[in-house]
Structure formats: structure tokens, C-alpha cells
């Protein structure tokens, strides 16, 4: 028996907050997070957690949150990691998951949102790497 979703796919980009550009004055910095260590717990998946520490490196790279292109985030990927093809892992769409419990249901997407060539960063997607990984103890 398939269950209804946890939450309204309709919805998910007004729980994800608004886009950083958008937020004058925005108090978290990208040096404000230690992207050197994974982000526990703040996209509920490990390879989500990976793929976001690509996307703060390249924010700290920019020294800022402003939009960037497959091919910026491609660089730094090969680059650190040596290999190509970079996953943004549920960062941008929704994937599906299972649980016997409570049958399938969306999970992630709406954390980056995809416009004109460019990714745009949540506030919601920032603050949940600096709950994560501070750059200093608070």
C-alpha cells in the first residue's frame, strides 16, 4: 500500500527558502563553513552531504554565493577529486525513497533550483551546511 508523501512536492521550494541573491546582507558567509569535513546530518543523505561540500569549496573559491554554471562546479570536482561527472545527488530534483513503514516518498530537491544555465543556492541550503560544519566552534 503506497503512502502519501511526508510533505507537498508543491510546496518544496517555499520550505526551502529563498534564494541567497535574493537576501540582502545574508549574515553567513562561505568561509563561515568548514567544508573541509562531510555535512552530517544536513540534507538527510551521505552523497548529498558529498556533493554539497563541492558546491560550498566552490562558493569559498568565489568568496560568494552568486549563481554558477555545471561547467564551475565540473572544475573544481575533477579538480579535487580527480574524477568527472559531478552528481548534484537530490541537491536540485527530488528522488524517491522506500521504507516498508511508510512506502515510497520523495525525498531532497528544491535545495539548489535550476534557472537559465545557472544554480542558485537556498538560504535553506546554506544554513543547513553551517549547522552542519561551522568553520569555528560556537
Not at 508523501?5 to 510546496?11: K, L, S, V
Not at 554565493?65 to 545527488?89: C, D, L, M, Q
Not at 516518498?105 to 544554513?127: A, N, S
Request: charged content about 25%; some cysteine.
Amino acid at each position: 500500500m503506497e503512502m502519501e508523501p511526508r510533505f507537498d512536492p508543491r510546496t518544496l521550494l517555499e520550505q526551502r527558502g529563498p534564494l541567497v541573491e535574493e537576501v540582502v546582507d545574508f549574515p553567513i558567509k562561505p568561509g563561515d563553513i568548514n567544508a573541509n569535513k562531510r555535512l552530517f546530518d544536513a540534507y538527510g543523505n551521505t552523497e548529498t552531504e558529498i556533493s554539497a561540500g563541492y558546491i560550498i569549496r566552490l562558493c569559498q573559491e568565489k568568496d560568494s554565493w552568486k549563481p554558477f554554471t555545471a561547467e564551475e562546479i565540473e572544475e573544481i570536482y575533477h579538480r579535487v577529486s580527480s574524477h568527472e561527472g559531478f552528481s548534484f545527488n537530490q541537491l536540485v530534483d527530488q528522488g524517491m525513497s522506500f521504507s516498508i513503514v511508510t512506502g515510497r516518498y520523495p525525498v531532497g530537491g528544491g535545495w539548489i533550483v535550476l534557472r537559465e544555465g545557472k544554480y542558485h543556492l537556498t538560504t535553506t541550503f546554506v544554513e543547513a551546511a553551517f549547522k552542519s560544519s561551522p568553520a569555528k566552534a560556537q
